[in-house]
């Protein structure tokens, strides 16, 4: 295999070391957010019988890579794998599988890789990292839920560098009672018309609702009901403004206005009522998000989520949930490509140990032993070079001290600060680098990013 | 989907949230020790072209998962695909596709998942999580880092509540060296029947020699050869009192004897000399591990590694590394299947805010808000049922404390350690729970031990 081609594929991004060491942070700062918030962590497995992933809407099963076993013999009786394109659907599965071992209101944080073959382009992968948080509860789930999960996205979020950004909130309730007032029946052909607003513009959406059977009337009232945002209640009256009347827009209407107070009385400003969303999965029955970065309007959402009534049901009992999800990977890939965020040293190390001879060599790791036990990360330099090629070496990885063993007038070590050149006696057992020194930290602008391997 | 039937997936383990939590934290020890150690995180997508896959040897092709995108359109020119199914071999590609921007010796860990469709069975599983340490040079690779990555896998497993291991430890050269010397030229072809000890045992690997066309006296030093083991450089002679000279042979003597007595020095005890280590991947050159669990002889190694002098080669410049794995799946499943571990609690939540009525809710909000602010876990109750009842829940999820707002004498807060039952008056702003409450731990034994879903 030694020599053949190696190319990246297109949609599967992969990171220089520096920029993994962001996404790491990224990932650790949700997950600390997530855990604080009383959220277990999950994973399911990769796959999932190729039925369940398929009927979830949204062309979802075009998009399903599904596997087969290179040494599968014919007539294997196997289930039909394919890797899950979300976390949602597998998360509901596993909860119909351990319902009996799972404590109700269940809190659940996963944050793992999915796949879909979608053609690649900006902010869209193949593959990607996502981090969900659901509540799934046994029959009844409690409207507060609906206001607590972007209350607690928005706490993981303030842990990071984020441009501004804004949680886009609908209710499919809204929609369909409204649609419903105005007299169409088929709602859920007219939600997925609207959705392409964004697609094919309001002229599209119009001539397409025409063309489903909507009157002129009709289509404008839809065409101004998606027009509507706002970040508090006023939306309200907006939405009454349009005369329409229907029990489940009401119910809607009340569900997002509680949303959009809880949320503003916390964080206001960033929860906004737009009555534009409604997500293209099928499952979602009330309460819907999108995470939308404000200065780019382009780009896809980097988060979403919604509520889902019936995903989770074994007959007898159903699991009404609600679950928010980061696209960790589309949201790291652009504060990386915009230059917003870098990490202060592209290596985990502080320290690397010098090394004056090879015979000194098992000196220079009990150093390194003593500096890791005080939880400074250190190394032992590779080889024992000329001093200037070892701190060449420290250099080019990023590592910001060097240390001497027994270089000190006394015999004792000293250690150098190779960006000032500062060098000073120093005891493994009780020296300390500066607190920013200690492990990379994220840094607003580009740090020592490097260029990306997308 | 909903009614559709639910069965788990033999090979596809996944865990209750307390055993994740135990997995969780197997990873986050590992991973911290590797940092200390100045690894890098890389992570890898989860795919490689089909043919790069292949040609590992150990029949690993048959063991590929292949992907296909349901959505592709006949004749569309994708690249083949497959699942790996170990972190080297993408690991490998990675640092050719990336040579221009790494820095060498390269210290990479990488702690991600991998797939093989072989037969499920204990220990083994299609899908799992690997823990890798490797460094990669560029052009030579020192010695001295075949002695360092068993000792950092070490520090590694310190952290856990391991049973007794041993990291049994070959040299490749050696048994190559030594059937050369005993003038047997299709080495790889003796290896390949040695390394089935396990499997067909003596009699069975001594019959297969003798049709391979080694004389009698041949097959019994081959095997005598296999039957040698030390924890210290005694190997050495042993080897030297069969008889054969080569000067391979020798290289691999020293080599080796420089790994267990190094290894020695630091940990004593662990690291053995264990000539019957061979590892059926062809890409190792050098230096070969296996981590064995002492009290679990029929267990499958939770850990292996080796040095690979050719797998990352561009033509030009070929990088020689050397890597150990911890299979974390395999270690995790089997610590939890003997009750060794378990987590002193199986939610991250500390606290439950009680409430009142609805109305108190948002005030509920304001303390948890505080006390994770001070880095205590802590969630709201779901519903304003009877207080029994909320505590009840906590309980049931195992959260230790449960928060009274205003239920003190003087209106303000208490909290109640629901183990005790004792209740104490606190501000949300200075209590602290005892340390050992603070997150869950490891604790020896089943702990919170949950029925394992595989």
């Known amino acids: 295999m030694s020599t053949r081609k190696i190319a990246p594929l297109s949609g599967f991004p992969e990171f220089l070391p520096g920029d993994r060491l962001v996404e790491l942070q990224v990932i650790d700062a949700l997950r600390t957010t997530f855990e604080l918030h009383g959220f277990s962590s999950v ?37 039909r794998l394919g890797l899950h394109f979300d976390l949602t659907v597998p998360f509901a599965r596993y909860v119909l599988e351990n319902a009996g071992r799972l404590t109700f209101p269940f809190r659940r944080y996963q944050i793992q890789r999915a796949w879909r073959g979608e053609r690649p382009q900006d902010g869209r992968f193949r593959e990607f990292t996502q981090a969900d948080i659901d509540v799934v509860a046994a029959s009844e789930l409690p409207l507060h839920y609906e206001s607590e999960l972007p209350l607690v996205v928005m706490d993981a979020l303030a842990e990071l560098p984020m441009p501004p950004y804004a949680i886009h909130t609908s209710n499919r309730k809204i929609a ?34 025409l063309d489903f059977g909507a009157t002129p009337e009709q289509a404008d009232a839809c065409l101004a009901l998606a027009e509507i945002r706002s970040a ?11 005369g329409v009347a229907n029990e489940t827009l009401e119910e809607g209407l009340a569900e997002l206005a509680a949303v959009v107070t809880t949320c503003a009385r916390s964080r206001p400003g960033i929860l906004i009522a737009d009555l534009r969303i409604a997500r293209g999965l099928d499952y979602y029955t009330g309460t819907v998000y999108e995470i939308l970065l404000s200065d780019y309007p382009d780009y896809p959402a980097v988060g979403s989520g919604g509520r889902y009534d019936r995903l989770a049901s074994d007959g007898r009992t159903s699991y009404p949930g609600i679950g928010l999800s980061v696209g960790v990977t589309r ?36 150093v390194a032993s003593k500096l890791r036990a005080r939880g400074i990360a250190a190394e032992v330099s590779p080889s024992a070079d000329k001093f200037g090629r070892q701190i060449r070496y420290a250099d080019r990885r990023g590592i910001p001290f060097v240390w001497f063993p027994g270089a000190g007038p006394d015999g004792g070590d000293q250690v150098k600060d190779i960006r000032s050149g500062d060098q000073v006696d120093a005891g493994a057992a009780n020296w300390r680098p500066p607190d920013a020194d200690l492990v990379p930290v994220l840094v607003p602008g580009p740090g020592t990013a490097e260029p990306q391997t997308t």
């Open 43 to 79: 994973e399911t497995r990769a796959v999932e019988p190729i039925e369940r992933l398929s009927d979830q809407g949204e062309d979802a099963d075009k998009e399903i890579y599904a596997l087969t076993r290179l040494g599968a013999a014919e007539g294997d009786d196997e289930a």
């Open 331 to 366: 949201l790291v890939a652009k504060l990386l490509a915009e230059g917003l965020v870098g990490i202060s040293r592209p290596t985990p190390t502080c320290v690397l140990v010098a090394v004056a001879d090879e015979a000194a060599r098992a000196d220079a790791l009990v």
């Open 176 to 209: 369909e009672g409204f649609y419903a007032g105005l007299g169409l029946t088929d709602t859920v052909g007219v939600l997925r018309i609207v959705d392409k607003l964004d697609k094919i513009g309001t002229d599209g959406v119009r001539a397409r609702l």
């Open 232 to 242: 508090d209640a006023s939306f309200v009256d907006a939405v009454r403004s349009l």
